[in-house]
């Protein structure tokens, strides 16, 4: 067999050369198909590539006019920020003021209270008082009919000028 083999080398390589070749006729027409997929898929990348140059020039007319704004929106933070800076020595003096005020307030508690204190007792004379003023009405009644009886009494004796 080791003398076949020599001779039949020839055979087999061009076996293996047909069958190769009928491989690339097959690999052939792949990477036709293949082409035409990535000629298609360039074509529409290159439509998405305007369409996106498009809005790239659209996006840049848009944002033109942005460092204007942000220079304005700057100038006015500045504003703010001097605007602002005497803002705590106002809120400082405010909490003085308050604090001012509490101590005000405080001694003013402290008046009332003792006020209280002292008026308190007067409260139950207070109030024998609005008592008294109040039953004063009815007893005022009983002397006027009081004296009217007496006039008529006197009006009845005979050393009383009438008239």
């Known amino acids: 067999m080791a003398l076949s083999d020599p001779l ?10 047909v069958g190769i070749a009928g491989d690339l006729r097959g690999v ?7 082409r035409a997929g990535v000629l298609g898929e360039v074509a529409v990348l ?3 590539m305007g369409a996106l140059l498009d809005e790239i020039r659209g996006l840049r ?5 942005l460092p204007e704004g942000v220079e304005a929106l700057g100038r006015k933070v500045d504003g703010l920020r001097a ?8 809120v400082e003096a405010l909490g003085r003021r308050l604090d001012g005020l509490r101590a005000d307030l ?24 609005e ?5 004063l009405p009815s007893k005022l009644d009983e002397m006027t009919a009081q004296l009217d009886q007496l006039r008529s009494d006197l009006a009845g004796l005979p050393f009383v000028s009438k008239g």
Request: zero cysteines.
């Open 8 to 17: 039949t080398l020839p055979l087999r390589a061009a076996e293996a050369v």
């Open 28 to 34: 052939r027409s792949d990477v036709g198909d293949l």
């Open 46 to 48: 290159t439509g998405g």
């Open 61 to 65: 007319g848009d944002l033109s006019a």
């Open 83 to 90: 605007d602002l800076s005497a803002l705590p020595a106002g």
């Open 106 to 129: 405080g001694s003013m508690a402290r008046d009332v209270a003792s006020a209280s204190a002292s008026v308190e007792p007067m409260d139950d004379d207070l109030s024998r008082v």
């Open 131 to 135: 008592t008294a003023v109040l039953s």
